[in-house]
């Protein structure tokens, strides 16, 4: 059942949402990042879609120190609530030359207990960010023997954990996965077919672990 419900504007349509640092929304829209209200009114705190080297903005989170993370494919960047943007960290990405290609961020979720980042990348790359430790890589994408899956949104498990939907291109299907930190790889938790459902985000309820 719907409980409430917000409209928003044709020109304010989320792509990653998360909730706001005081109430409201946060959403990314291709090219910006933007605040949303309680009642629907949406404010643009970065846009940079007149960037002509890389316009693409993708996940967006909420920050406990009064932040907002959003990740631009080759770099994770902090929005603050006046507008300035700080590069958290920055990263290779390099399609002619496999050595040189890190990890294409698409999406981003936070745990809770510790403030560790997860950066998801779209083909299987997964990565971590503390501001003490700055960017792990615990998986690089390899473009040179790519097996065609797609981790495209993550979250995080309230006790521990990271999770993505992964499409594979080659046999259609949809699939939940943890990724394993010692394997350094991920680990098949749920597989349907696409013709089934396709989502393009999900959460996590942390008192039953139900997806």
Not at 81 to 103: C, F, H, M, N, R
Request: proline share 3%.
């Amino acid at each position: 059942n719907i409980a409430s419900e917000v409209s928003l504007s044709s020109d304010c349509i989320p792509t990653y949402l998360d909730h706001g640092l005081m109430d409201g929304w946060v959403i990314s829209s291709v090219t910006s990042v933007t605040k949303v209200s309680s009642t629907g009114e949406c404010t643009i705190l970065a846009d940079f879609s007149e960037d002509e080297e890389n316009p693409i903005v993708r996940g967006v989170i909420s920050h406990p120190d009064g932040y907002y993370l959003a990740s631009r494919e080759s770099s994770l960047i902090a929005i603050y609530p006046d507008g300035t943007i700080e590069e958290k960290a920055v990263w290779v990405i390099d399609p002619s030359d496999p050595e040189l290609y890190d990890i294409t961020v698409w999406s981003l979720a936070l745990d809770i207990r510790t403030n560790e980042v997860a950066l998801f990348g779209l083909y299987g790359g997964f990565a971590t960010f503390t501001d003490e430790e700055g960017i792990t890589f615990h998986k690089k994408a390899d473009v040179e023997n790519w097996d065609g899956l797609y981790a495209y949104a993550g979250a995080a498990m309230d006790g521990g954990g990271w999770f993505s939907l992964v499409f594979d291109g080659n046999s259609g299907e949809v699939s939940i996965r943890k990724f394993n930190l010692i394997q350094g790889d991920w680990v098949n938790r749920l597989t349907w077919t696409r013709s089934d459902i396709f989502p393009w985000h999900m959460t996590i309820n942390g008192d039953y672990g139900d997806f």
